[in-house]
C-alpha cells in the first residue's frame, strides 16, 4: 500500500513541478557554471547504497568544505538561487525520480552518506529498516533545532508506529514547514514532551530564562 501511495503521489507531482525544475536549472545555471543537478551516493534500505538526485544549491568549488554542520540561510557557501531554492526544500524535488524508481519513499528517515552510516552505533542501524524518505517525522518535528540523537529518536519511533495515516499527516505538515519555515517549537505529534526532553517546553522556557538572566 505505502509503495502504490508512493507512485500515485510521485508520478503526478513530478509532472507537474517539471517546468519549475526546468526553469531552475537554468536559474542555476545563469549563476554559476557546472552541472545544476548534485548526484552522492546515499545508504537506503537494507544498507544499500543509491544515487540521491538534489538540484545543486552550492558554488561548485565549495562543496568540499561542507562538513556535517547544518547549513543556514546566508552561508557564504550557497548561491543566491540555492539559498532560495533550500529555503523552500524545491532542492530536494528531484528526488521524486527516487521515489519512483523505489531507493526513497515520500516519507522516511532522511538517507545518510556512507562514511556517516559506517560510524553508526546498532541502536542507528535500525533507520536503515525502511526506506529512506523525501520527508520524515524529524523534517516537522524541528529538523535542523534537533541534534543528531533526536533525530535518532524521532526516525526510531516513526519506523515502530508508520501507518499509512501518519505518512499523510507527516506530508501534510511538511507543506506548513516549507511554507512558514522551521521553528524550534514545531512539535505537531507532541512527541517532544514524551521523547525528547531536551527539546521540551519546559526545557526551552528554562534556557530562554538563564539567557535573560546572563548579563
Known amino acids: 500500500m505505502k509503495r502504490c501511495f508512493d507512485i500515485s503521489v510521485a508520478a503526478p507531482a513530478l509532472l507537474l513541478i517539471s517546468p ?8 542555476i545555471r545563469l549563476e554559476t557554471r557546472g552541472n545544476p543537478l548534485f548526484i552522492q551516493t546515499r545508504v537506503g534500505k537494507d544498507g544499500k547504497p ?7 544549491t552550492f558554488y561548485r568549488d565549495k562543496f568540499g568544505i561542507f562538513k ?5 540561510s546566508g552561508d557564504s ?3 543566491k538561487v540555492g539559498d532560495y531554492l533550500r529555503r523552500f526544500k524545491l532542492d530536494e524535488l528531484p528526488q521524486l525520480l527516487c521515489v519512483l524508481a523505489g531507493t526513497m519513499s515520500l516519507v522516511g528517515p532522511r538517507p545518510d552518506i556512507p562514511e556517516q552510516v559506517e560510524n553508526y ?3 542507528e542501524k535500525g533507520r536503515l529498516a525502511v526506506h529512506p524518505g523525501l520527508t520524515g517525522l524529524a523534517q516537522v518535528s524541528g529538523n535542523t533545532w534537533l541534534t543528531w540523537p533526536q533525530r535518532i529518536i524521532l526516525d526510531r519511533w516513526y519506523i515502530q508506529k508508520r501507518t ?3 505518512d499523510i499527516l507527516i506530508i501534510a505538515h511538511t507543506v506548513k ?3 512558514y519555515g522551521e521553528t524550534i517549537d514545531q512539535d505537531p505529534f507532541s512527541l517532544h514532551d514524551r521523547l525528547l526532553p531536551g527539546m521540551s517546553s519546559k ?3 528554562s534556557s530562554q530564562q538563564s539567557d535573560e538572566l546572563c548579563p
Open 177 to 179: 514547514v516549507i511554507v
Open 20 to 27: 519549475f525544475l526546468l526553469l531552475a536549472i537554468i536559474a
Open 164 to 166: 499509512m495515516r501518519l
Open 77 to 79: 557557501r550557497v548561491t
Open 121 to 123: 552505533a546498532d541502536y
Open 50 to 56: 543509491f544515487n540521491i538526485i538534489k538540484l545543486r
Open 68 to 72: 556535517d554542520e547544518e547549513i543556514r
Open 203 to 205: 526545557a526551552r522556557r
